[in-house]
Nanobody, 124 residues
Framework: QVQLVESGGGSVQAGGSLRLSCVAS?????VGWFRQVPGKEREGVAS????????YYGNSVKGRFIISQDNAKSTVYLQLNNLKPEDTAKYYC????????????????????WGQGTQVTVSA
């Protein structure tokens, strides 16, 4: 099973930026970023198909977050720009062994491996 390790979280003020990294121990078809706050369901933020580099974004982050990859480093990044207090959450990366589709990429059940998460806190 693929092992995933996230890093890059932290505390920033509203309007600031962070870059999250997800290093995978093996190749995967796709990688997604999710976030979760206590008491709420895990929310799909963005995902990327590794071969085609097709990307998907949740409506709440579209235009502010950018997902990208560095295959040589087996790393998927999530650039978080113009952060808002409502972006505060624990961010997780996840890997899938199937091609991500526009109508299912945001479903947590599509992913078979998950990292431990990294906390992002945005203050007003």
């Amino acid at each position: 099973q693929v092992q995933l390790v996230e890093s890059g979280g932290g505390s920033v003020q509203a309007g600031g930026s962070l870059r999250l990294s997800c290093v995978a121990s093996a190749n995967t078809y796709g990688v997604g970023w999710f976030r979760q706050v206590p008491g709420k369901e895990r929310e799909g933020v963005a995902s990327i198909n590794r071969a085609s580099e097709s990307t998907y974004y949740g409506n709440s982050v579209k235009g502010r977050f950018i997902i990208s990859q560095d295959n040589a480093k087996s790393t998927v990044y999530l650039q978080l720009n113009n952060l808002k207090p409502e972006d505060t959450a624990k961010y997780y990366c996840a890997a899938t062994t199937s091609l991500l589709q526009p109508w299912t990429w945001y479903l947590a059940g599509q992913y078979i491996s998950w990292g431990q998460g990294t906390q992002v806190t945005v203050s007003a």
